[in-house]
């Protein structure tokens, strides 16, 4: 008798421990997706912010015409990307082109003393610090549920459950370069 209660109470520990790593794994994984999802939050307010930008921008600046384009292309790029890879290249594309506009400052006095362009400049450049910090968060809960699957005993209930590796989100080797200050 006293074996068969032994049994069962290792029964109940192993259903427990295997229903704890199992929610383990399940909150790893949607914890990662609400954070490619506040990447995708902070990208929409980015890419509603441009318009205003833009056309703030040509009042002051009418043959900068195609500069304006392209970001007008870029944040287009951004808001069609089906997925997280894709969304993140065509912001990077859309980045480069912002600070083309940003430039675009410096030529015209008048343009960097407007006060609807100078908000507009502080709203995305708090946006900008807001999708760093949500790429960061996504890749820092990507790493922790891929070493979640990854380790013993968790990876043989991922195997069961078909949980599958997510992808860092990476900085293209051409923007890795620090940027060069001329004066």
Same mark, same amino acid.
């Given at each position: ?26 909150? #790893? &994984? $949607?914890?990662?997706? @609400?954070? *490619?999802?506040?990447? =995708? ?32 292309? #870029? &944040? $287009?790029?951004?808001? @069609?990307? *089906?997925?997280?890879? =894709? ?97």
């Amino acid at each position: 008798m006293s074996l068969t209660i032994i049994v069962i109470i290792i029964l109940v520990i192993l259903v427990v421990a295997y229903v704890a790593m199992y929610n383990g794994l399940v909150k #790893y &994984r $949607n914890r990662a997706r @609400e954070f *490619d999802s506040q990447i =995708d939050v902070q990208l929409k307010r980015r890419t509603d912010l441009i318009p205003n930008l833009v056309e703030t921008v040509k009042g002051y600046a009418k043959h900068e015409q195609e500069t304006l384009t392209k970001v007008i292309a #870029y &944040r $287009n790029n951004v808001t @069609e990307a *089906d997925n997280l890879q =894709d969304k993140v290249a065509a912001d990077n594309k859309l980045t480069g082109a912002l600070r083309q506009v940003f430039a675009l400052a410096e030529n015209y006095p008048d343009l960097k003393a407007n006060q609807e362009f100078s908000q507009l400049m502080e709203e995305l450049s708090n946006t900008e610090n807001k999708v760093s910090y949500a790429r960061q968060a996504y890749n820092s809960q990507v790493q922790q549920y891929d070493t979640a699957i990854e380790t013993f005993p968790r990876n043989i209930i991922a195997n069961i459950h078909h949980f599958e590796s997510m992808n860092f989100i990476e900085i293209p080797e051409a923007e890795k370069e620090a940027p060069k200050v001329k004066f």
